[in-house]
């Protein structure tokens, strides 16, 4: 029987008042949770809370288009002559 590895941990957060930690992970399935009390009595769906809404901020868009050739390139492409 193989164990499952442990949610991949995104981020850690502490609390200003408290000094607790609270973690955003990702689970197998993909779903992105906290660990905090605020995010474990959410009514919202999909569930949320204050940690998950600052770091999703900081999020790469996913529907932003994929950078053009130029864009991707190392190097100066200005210098380049054909």
């Not at 442990?6 to 000094?19: K, T």
């Not at 779903?31 to 809370?49: I, L, R």
Request: aromatic share 8%; glycine share 4%.
């Amino acid at each position: 029987m193989s164990r499952a590895l442990p949610p991949e941990v995104l981020q850690v957060n502490i609390s200003a008042r408290s000094g607790a930690e609270y973690r955003i992970h990702r689970a197998h399935d993909g779903v992105v949770y906290c660990d905090c009390p605020g995010w474990k009595f959410s009514k919202a769906a999909p569930k949320t809370c204050k940690h998950l809404e600052r770091w999703s901020t900081k999020q790469p868009r996913a529907s932003s288009p994929p950078p053009t050739r130029r864009e991707s390139l190392d190097c100066d492409a200005s210098i380049w002559t054909i």
